[in-house]
């Protein structure tokens, strides 16, 4: 079976200089979480932006389900944008402030022209549920809301379309120490109840080890290393790597303390 998303040979470069990512190849499968990890300017977000759309990629090929988004005709990169949804680092600067709950998490189904009104604010509801808010913070002004429950509502807003992938752009970087394990435990049960494939951004290896089945390590803009989690932090085989895995643990994860 294909993998959900497929990255090969991704480079993407601004403004003709030096490419920000370059050659880039990685996978993640359904009900999988790979973790994509490195420090600040590793390339890591860029990836995550080609793959939303967001970023023009200078070559390379991306395939959603076994379909290939890159170059694709319109209506098909509308399906397969469908399969997919970009959660941001910051829930305060992703959430309109002025914005209903109900309205911020249904958006989706509007711009894909799924459903009606009714059927709209049915799936809105159960996206919040399944993200573990109450129906009543549908109501809501996001600016009501607490980080964290700003971030659960970003998810929510990423499941109402029932995506095959989620691409969190380190999810919990924003939040307190005291959030961070539950935004985690979240990750884990849409992989595993769901089977969503989730690649999860971020710089905190010391996160990710407790969440990702693999591992794709980023620095300066190239893969260096890339495995299942317990065997790349047991045995690593770059430089990177290890200078990542020593400073976790002289630093460890608050998140998880």
């Not at 911020?104 to 009606?116: D, K, Q, S, T």
């Not at 985690?184 to 992989?191: K, M, S, T, Y």
């Amino acid at each position: 079976m294909s993998p959900v998303l497929a990255v090969e040979g991704l480079t993407v470069s601004f403004r003709g200089k030096i490419p920000a990512v370059s050659d880039v190849d990685l996978t993640v499968g359904g009900g999988e979480i790979v973790g994509l990890i490195g420090g600040s300017g590793a390339g890591k977000s860029t990836v995550a932006r080609a793959v939303a759309g967001l970023v023009r990629p200078d070559h390379g090929s991306i395939r959603i389900a076994g379909s290939e988004l890159l170059g694709a005709r319109r209506a098909e990169v509308r399906r397969l944008r469908r399969m997919l949804h970009l959660v941001f680092r910051d829930p305060y600067a992703s959430l309109p402030p002025t914005a209903r709950v109900a309205d911020i998490v249904a958006e989706p189904l509007a711009i894909h022209r799924v459903g009606n009104r009714g059927e709209r604010a049915d799936r809105a509801a159960e996206a919040v549920e399944a993200v573990g808010l109450p129906t009543a913070l549908l109501r809501s002004f996001s600016h009501q809301l607490s980080g964290g429950e700003r971030q659960r509502v970003a998810f929510a807003r990423a499941l109402v379309t029932r995506p095959r992938l989620i691409l969190a752009d380190e999810p919990t970087q924003m939040l307190d120490a005291s959030l961070r394990r539950d935004m985690v435990d979240l990750i884990d049960e849409l992989a595993n109840d769901r089977r969503i494939a989730i690649l999860h951004v971020t710089h905190d290896l010391g996160l990710a080890q407790h969440s990702c089945a693999r591992l794709v390590v980023m620095c300066r803009g190239h893969v260096v290393e890339s495995g299942p989690t317990a065997e790349l932090l047991a045995a690593p085989r770059h430089g990177y790597t290890a200078a990542l895995i020593a400073a976790a643990q002289h630093r460890p994860s608050k998140g998880l303390s």
